[in-house]
């Protein structure tokens, strides 16, 4: 095999998802796309670490600072939902359901990993439910053991604010099966279930 192809390949192979299949097969896609479409891409991935930074407000990744959420005065700035990550923040903003601001973590706890709570911008997070007012902090970190414990350290680092901290509910997925549910998600089905209308 060629060596700018292997090369290519084996770069495409590090992202997260892509196994060394697919990455031939998008290096190969990449060879028979038209050469613009190609120069573009290039020139697109060179670009995005310089253009691309935190928001100095919630750490969302943006170019312009304050991002367009922070940014926008319709949004209910007494709320502020915290993520892991902002693949979440797009998540949660593609419901169209959510009109309040974020903080992102870029991580959750994992001190195996040696990620601890200094690693998180938590800080930041208290400065600003201080200094603004907020009335509400949505955790909306996965129910996972990383997930629940950042969700008990950011309820502890804000515990003595006069502040609402509540956890997204977790359970059963909509058209899901009970009988293939675990046991875990099922019991926080359970817990957080609520009155119906």
Not at 53 to 66: A, G, H, I, K, Y
Not at 94 to 122: C, F, I, N
Not at 131 to 153: K, L, M, Q, Y
């Amino acid at each position: 095999m060629a060596d700018p192809i292997r090369e290519l390949s084996d770069l495409l192979a590090r992202l997260p998802g892509v196994g060394r299949r697919t990455a031939l097969r998008l290096a190969f896609h990449l060879l028979g796309a038209p050469e613009e479409y190609a120069r573009e891409l290039g020139q697109a991935i060179a670009r995005i670490r310089d253009r691309v930074r935190p928001c100095s407000v919630c750490r969302n990744l943006t170019e312009q600072d304050p991002c367009a959420v922070c940014g926008n005065p319709r949004r209910d700035r007494s709320i502020i939902c915290v993520v892991a990550g902002v693949p979440d923040l797009w998540a949660i903003e593609e419901t169209g359901s959510y009109r309040g601001l974020y903080h992102v973590l870029h991580g959750l706890l994992a001190p195996l990993d040696g990620v601890g709570p200094e690693d998180l911008h938590l800080d930041a997070l208290r400065a600003r439910v201080q200094a603004d007012g907020t009335a509400e902090v949505i955790v909306a970190t996965r129910p996972s053991v990383e997930g629940e414990a950042t969700a008990f350290v950011v309820r502890d680092i804000l515990k003595d604010l006069p502040v609402r901290v509540s956890r997204i509910a977790s359970g059963v997925p909509h058209g899901g099966e009970l009988e293939y549910a675990d046991r875990v998600t099922l019991g926080f089905a359970l817990d957080g279930r609520r009155n119906m209308p």
